[in-house]
């Protein structure tokens, strides 16, 4: 309970430091792959849709709307799972040309939408077309893009592909307020809050260290405590067996056996992965998570893709099906 306090008292300072730096016209950091965001928006109600402007600090400064906005294009799936969240509904949506894409939890409430392409390379013509009065993109992933986008409409800049577990809630904030919906933000932060002080209790041993990690044809990229999922495995009270500074390293199956996770959530991308080539090898039977059976099969579209509210359930719930009260 005392840890389920001090998280939730640690959400609400958060938000209190972001009025101060309102406050003071404080722009956030505009670095790539830093905690570029950090100042979240204030805690007071936001005005509703027509009703006035609306002031926010994404990862590259100050952005004004005049209300809120009511066409909205996401660049990404964490932000779609944002705004699903919020119960606002995106026109356009850069999906890699793929609705499965989609967690279930999303994908169910997603209304009538336009695919505006991949999500490394959008199409700017079509973007345009959906005469949007808003676009959510992250800093790192489309810093190409984003003078044409901002010649489209205003443009709401998020540090995401780069965001930790603390990052991705204080990048709900400020898409709460952007919205209009920040009341609303509030109160579903503190439910998921408790949704995830709720998923502490049902694990009964924090005393493993996990890796998750996503594996496709030609290799194997864990997840170290720097990337989302990682970071919400450490949240959850696990250790991270990689210690790595890099997001995502590629690690051969001879330093899989020397990190020796004692755990292993796999998000696959195909079917057929370099982990069906490592199981004939003696060497994969070495590890411990694969000698007690604790290798488990997991969604990317829920462990990686969908990095938000939705995402972050969905990420709990599977670790208490697997390591939790049986």
């Known amino acids: 309970m005392f840890q389920g306090m001090k998280r939730t008292f640690s959400i609400l300072i958060m938000l209190v430091f972001a009025i101060s730096l309102a406050a003071c016209g404080q722009s956030a950091d505009k670095g790539a792959g830093t905690a570029a965001?950090?100042?979240?928006?204030?805690?007071?109600?936001?005005?509703?849709?027509?009703?006035?402007?609306?002031?926010?600090?994404?990862?590259?400064?100050?952005?004004?709307?005049?209300?809120?906005?009511?066409r909205i294009v996401?660049?990404?799936?964490?932000?779609?799972?944002?705004?699903?969240?919020?119960?606002?509904?995106?026109?356009?949506?850069?999906?890699?040309?793929?609705?499965?894409?989609?967690?279930?939890?999303?994908?169910?409430?997603?209304?009538?939408?336009?695919?505006?392409?991949?999500?490394?390379?959008?199409?700017?013509?079509?973007?345009?077309?959906?005469?949007?009065?808003?676009?959510?993109?992250?800093?790192n992933k489309h810093k190409n893009a984003l003078t044409q986008l901002k010649s489209i409409a205003p443009i709401l800049v998020l540090n995401d592909f780069q965001a930790d577990y603390d990052q991705m809630l204080k990048n709900f904030?400020?898409?709460?307020?952007?919205?209009?919906?920040?009341?609303?933000?509030?109160?579903?932060?503190?439910?998921?809050?408790?949704?995830?002080?709720?998923?502490?209790?049902?694990?009964?041993?924090?005393?493993?260290?996990?890796?998750?990690?996503?594996?496709?044809?030609?290799?194997?990229?864990?997840?170290?405590?720097?990337?989302?999922?990682?970071?919400?495995?450490?949240?959850?009270?696990?250790?991270?067996?990689?210690?790595?500074?890099?997001?995502?390293?590629?690690?051969t199956l001879e330093q899989l056996v020397e990190t020796n996770p004692q755990a292993m959530f796999l998000m696959p991308t195909e079917k057929v992965t370099i982990v069906n080539q490592w199981e004939s090898n003696p060497l994969w039977k070495k590890i411990d998570a694969v000698a007690n059976n604790k290798v488990f099969t997991v969604e990317r579209r829920d462990w990686s893709l969908s990095r938000g509210m939705l995402g972050s359930e969905k990420i709990a719930e599977d670790i208490v099906k697997q390591l939790g009260e049986k």
């Open 173 to 251: 904030a400020i898409v709460a307020k952007a919205t209009g919906k920040e009341e609303a933000g509030t109160k579903r932060l503190q439910e998921h809050q408790a949704k995830m002080d709720e998923a502490k209790k049902k694990i009964k041993n924090t005393k493993l260290t996990i890796l998750p990690a996503v594996v496709n044809p030609k290799g194997f990229f864990g997840h170290s405590d720097h990337s989302y999922s990682g970071s919400m495995l450490k949240m959850l009270g696990f250790e991270d067996p990689v210690k790595n500074n890099a997001a995502y390293p590629e690690l």
């Open 74 to 139: 996401t660049m990404d799936f964490s932000f779609t799972d944002m705004l699903i969240t919020l119960g606002v509904q995106p026109i356009g949506i850069a999906d890699d040309n793929s609705p499965d894409l989609f967690m279930d939890a999303v994908k169910s409430q997603l209304k009538t939408y336009t695919s505006v392409g991949s999500r490394y390379e959008p199409n700017i013509e079509l973007i345009s077309s959906l005469k949007p009065d808003l676009i959510i993109a992250d800093i």
């Open 37 to 70: 965001g950090s100042a979240s928006p204030s805690a007071s109600l936001s005005a509703s849709p027509g009703s006035g402007k609306i002031t926010v600090e994404d990862a590259t400064g100050t952005v004004t709307l005049d209300k809120a906005p009511e």
